[in-house]
């Protein structure tokens, strides 16, 4: 039986002391073992894990390793299991831990700085300086410690957000890419109320940053890219443009709808070089951007019209500054419907199938979610 010292648990929620849990050998190579299911220290609890949602960071951890850090180096052969974004019910309690009681759905953001370092002291604990270092007490699920594609994961109770019982697993697997958007709106000013917004890309988190800006009440939003559904997508969450680019062009589409001037805030969601001086251009003067994506190169732009014209340039990794519990709150009361980006759902043995839908887009897949609740044979959906 699973009866660490110290850790409170219920008969209600009896813990078996395996798990399965899918392993990174080399590149591209994952096996699903038997794991022992680890104990929650001080400030911890363990987290069955319900549902989990596939994040293109994971597939590149998985093709390439980086930017996961185990050991101090890449995560490859050192049993380490991927996957970020989910969410479960607590299961057992750490030691004096009385902030989350055994039974509570819970979804989990990703850092848990080391809460001593001058960035952790300033609410900045996704730029910890102590990063990948578990022994100072840093935490990021599936990038330095486990991650989510397993039946069960410890999680510091900083990282924890309540999930309403009128919000399925499913949905609750989308509060942190909901939320590494409102993180990206919070670094660029946060007052976002009357402020032009342009997104550019409709993955998951530009799709969900359309939605989060109208939430907030943002005015226009204009989402750029040349997936027609997506763009479909976008406009039933609040776009009130979306711009193909393949047929249009985006600066100037955005410099229309803005009096000529351009948007106050850009979203830059796609990571290339191209997208990447669009929305240089199509930003006004003391304008800012905030870039959301990884670049697989390095890119050359136009940093001389920056300069002439004050704008601000901020990049952002995940969801900090407790942004997944503001962005909670609005999906809990539906101020958007996040689950439009929810696609397909497989089961946890079948995590190779679903990696493959999310990797090559089969049918258009957009947020791919894992889930524990499903046993045996594939379970998946298309998204209505």
Request: aromatic share 6%; proline share 5%; with cysteine.
């Amino acid at each position: 039986m699973y009866r660490p010292a110290g850790v409170t648990t219920s008969a209600d929620f009896p813990i078996p002391e395996q798990m399965k849990a899918w392993v990174l050998g080399g590149p591209d190579e994952l096996f699903l073992r038997d794991k022992p299911i680890p104990a929650p220290a001080h400030a911890e609890v363990l987290v069955r894990i319900d549902a989990v949602a596939i994040c293109a960071t994971d597939l590149e951890i998985i093709h390439s390793g980086s930017p996961a850090r185990i050991q101090g180096g890449l995560p490859f052969n050192k049993n380490f299991t991927p996957g970020h974004e989910y969410m479960g019910t607590v299961v057992a309690l750490g030691p004096n831990v009385d902030e989350f009681r055994i039974g509570q759905r819970v979804s989990v953001e990703i850092h848990a700085g080391c809460g001593q370092c001058k960035r952790c002291r300033q609410g900045m604990y996704t730029s910890c300086l102590n990063y990948g270092r578990p022994e100072k007490g840093h935490r990021a699920n599936g990038f330095t410690t486990d991650g989510g594609f397993a039946e069960y994961a410890v999680n510091h109770i900083n990282t924890l957000v309540r999930v309403p019982d009128s919000m399925s697993d499913a949905e609750a697997t989308l509060v942190v890419t909901a939320g590494t958007s409102m993180y990206g709106l919070t670094e660029l000013g946060g007052l976002v109320a009357g402020e032009s917004v342009a997104v550019i890309g409709p993955g998951p988190i530009g799709l969900l940053a359309v939605a989060v800006a109208k939430a907030l009440g943002a005015s226009p939003v204009i989402l750029t890219g040349t997936r027609p559904r997506r763009l479909a997508i976008g406009k039933e969450l609040g776009a009130d443009r979306v711009v193909n680019i393949s047929e249009e062009d985006p600066v100037e589409i955005v410099k229309q709808l803005t009096d000529g001037i351009g948007a106050d805030y850009v979203i830059e969601c796609a990571g290339t070089e191209q997208t990447v001086d669009q929305a240089i251009h199509m930003t006004n003067r003391g304008g800012r951007i905030c870039l959301a994506a990884f670049p697989h190169e390095p890119v050359t732009t136009d940093l001389a019209h920056l300069v002439r014209n004050n704008i601000y340039v901020y990049g952002i990794r995940g969801e900090g500054r407790s942004a997944t519990h503001r962005a909670m709150e609005l999906m809990a009361e539906k101020r958007f419907d996040a689950t439009r980006v929810h696609t397909h759902t497989f089961a946890l043995e079948d995590l190779p199938s679903a990696l493959r839908y999310a990797r090559e887009r089969v049918e258009d897949a957009i947020k791919v979610v894992v889930s524990n609740r499903q046993s045996g044979a594939m379970a998946r959906t298309a998204a209505e």
